[in-house]
């Protein structure tokens, strides 16, 4: 048997996926996603066990695109000649997306009382470690990727705009940090 409309699967993560940002995971229900997909409410529990489910499974695809965006990252740091400048380009660049922002940081939140969430949520911080390892210390990577959170989270939820040049030079002082990193 096949479903009518082989595309309504995709649509409801869609719509999860658009709706954690504006309502954070709290504020999702199975009639606020049907609504925004345009689907029948049943049909969210039809392919979800229920909203957890229909959750993580949203999430799940956000931190997929967290890896993608960092391989993205990861690309861009080796063909730049200034670490601490490109990463700062980066990071301005990443603020572009609110909706990822808010998505990541919403992520970070339920891991705190979801312990099968903590993977996921693990998914920016670890892999910009990663990101940054081959260049400078794996002390000065994890500095830096808690300086970076920090910065994001206060962008969000500030009025101070961040730009390239107010994050330069502490990312500078960061990547300084530690041991050489490791050989190639």
């Not at 961040?162 to 050489?180: F, H």
């Amino acid at each position: 048997m096949t479903p009518r409309d082989p595309h309504r699967r995709r649509r409801i993560l869609d719509a999860t996926r658009a709706l954690i940002p504006r309502h954070g995971i709290a504020g999702i229900t199975h009639r606020l996603v049907a609504a925004e997909a345009g689907v029948p409410v049943g049909s969210t529990t039809y392919y979800f066990a229920d909203l957890a489910d229909l959750t993580e499974t949203a999430l799940t695809e956000t931190a997929a695109a967290t890896r993608a965006a960092l391989a993205e990252w990861a690309g861009e740091l080796a063909a730049g000649a200034d670490l601490p400048a490109t990463l700062a380009a980066l990071t301005t660049g990443y603020l572009d997306h609110p909706e990822q922002l808010l998505t990541v940081n919403e992520l970070y939140l339920a891991a705190t009382r979801h312990p099968e969430l903590r993977p996921l949520a693990r998914v920016w911080f670890d892999g910009l470690v990663d990101v940054l390892t081959p260049h400078i210390s794996p002390t000065a990577a994890r500095a830096i990727a808690m300086y970076l959170d920090g910065v994001l989270l206060h962008a969000q939820s500030g009025d101070t705009e961040i730009d390239t040049t107010s994050l330069t030079a502490p990312l500078a002082a960061l990547a300084a940090l530690g041991d050489a990193p490791p050989a190639a």
